[in-house]
């Protein structure tokens, strides 16, 4: 069974219902990779919902555990000790080792259990039976409860199951959940209570530290003080191969930090992401990881020995995800900038930028990103959408804008289309200038030493300009500023695209051919080219 069970590790896990008996049921239990799951966010990995660590007996009621266990017990241990079952699809999968009992109902035989520790047991097997299509399940005494509600009942008559107590946080959409005696439990509170009912849940540990900033620290029931960087160390400590940990754990690192996780070994941000690429093969997020990572000159070579550059990557990412909306923006930035430029997908389709823009805003309607590059990379002024609206650069930059007003390419590379002492009006009302666009420009990225040179562009020898810090400069001291020691003459409207990495992705610092993320803007007749920091 041990050759078995790793020959098969990367297939369905339905496999080994077959050959799954009672008596390698716990052997199963600590063996079989977990596959993730998932809540998708715009920023970060989400949370872990309905992951389960219960990989001892000691649940188990009182008494010699060699004796034959009773068929709830077998029921309980299979159930709730495994991740054989994956989430919201196994109602009617066969229980192992009990033919013709599906997994609902060997959860509904627990539940009606006089047993309180088995009933929760059920409660909490219904509720992990339940896909997103099912909003209620009957119990057996007729109440129909929801998945939220389910867990509360599963806590409320067991304070040890710290399955439920995990997942019922995970589940959580308000601030707070309010249990039958009255008291009111946060997220924080949730995982508090699983560690103590189970401190080797790495589950729990992975889904508290995502309820931490970077520099907030949790105080344990145990009094353990530990930071997010800490709970997630933990949750590796517990679960070594976690994917899901190892994906977060990467994105709390700087480019050039590292960290030692317990087994010893001392990790960037990118073997983070190909240890975790390793154990999760089909999951798109690490192959988008992987590539921000990166140059787009730069090669990596995968766990499976294959080597990839970015492009790759994210063909690959949209291969596993033809929805990562994210992955096909990055693709974007790095592909050549020619206005006719494709690159071919790992489906064997050839698309264009402006292609991959339309399944993008198909994706997601409110991509500002998307509409501030399509604003610089439309052809012939013009953009038709997936939906038939035809729009100009113009448009899609103030449509850009008015999804996020912090937008500095977007204010920058609107002032680009303007001609000299022409206005425009934004969404919010206020008609702004060409002087004024640079400036709201550098009031969202302060540091932009090429905005700055924009600024001193358009103005005169003897004019003095006041900056958004309060500064009044003059245009000398501006190109001084910028480090440019000469003045600089008319600009022109052509834009450079360096691997800029989307908002709603892994933090990176750098992502492309140049150490800056943004692109979009003018270059001056001395030759010094202008890339702007999205």
Known sequence: PFDLQRSLQRRCRCCFIDLFTTETSRFLSTNVPNSPQQIQEPTQRATRIERKRKSTMSDLPDGDVSEPASVLEQLDRILLQTDLFPNGRCANLEVPGFPSLTYRDASLQLEASSDSRLRA?????????????????TIGDGR????????IEAVSICNTNTIAFNNLAANMTGPNVELPDGSKLTKTDLYKLALQCDPTNGAAYCNAANTLTDNETMQLLDGRVLSKQALLLEALRHDPTDSITMFNLATSLG???RVTLPDGRSLSKLELFLEG?????????FYRGIATCLKSNECVTLADGWQMYPRQLYAEAIRHNPRDAVSMFNLILVMPDEAHSCTTLADGRVVSRLDLCREVLRLDPDDADCYCLLGSIAEDDSFTTHDGRTMSRRELLLKGLHLNPNKASGYNNLALLLARHERVTLHDGRILGERDLYLEALRCDPGNTSILRNIANVTGAHEHVTLPSGATVTRAELRVLAGSGSDGEETSDEEEEEGEEHEGQVESSVSGDGDELAS?????????GMVEVD
């Open 144 to 151: 129909e409860l929801s998945k939220l509600q389910l867990y």
């Open 277 to 285: 690429q390793r154990y999760a093969p089909t999951d798109s997020d």
């Open 255 to 257: 480019t050039k930090e």
């Open 121 to 137: 047991a059920g409660l909490v097997g219904l509720a992990r039976s339940m896909g997103d299509n099912v909003k209620t399940l």
């Open 520 to 528: 979009g803007g003018e270059s001056e007749s001395e030759g010094e």
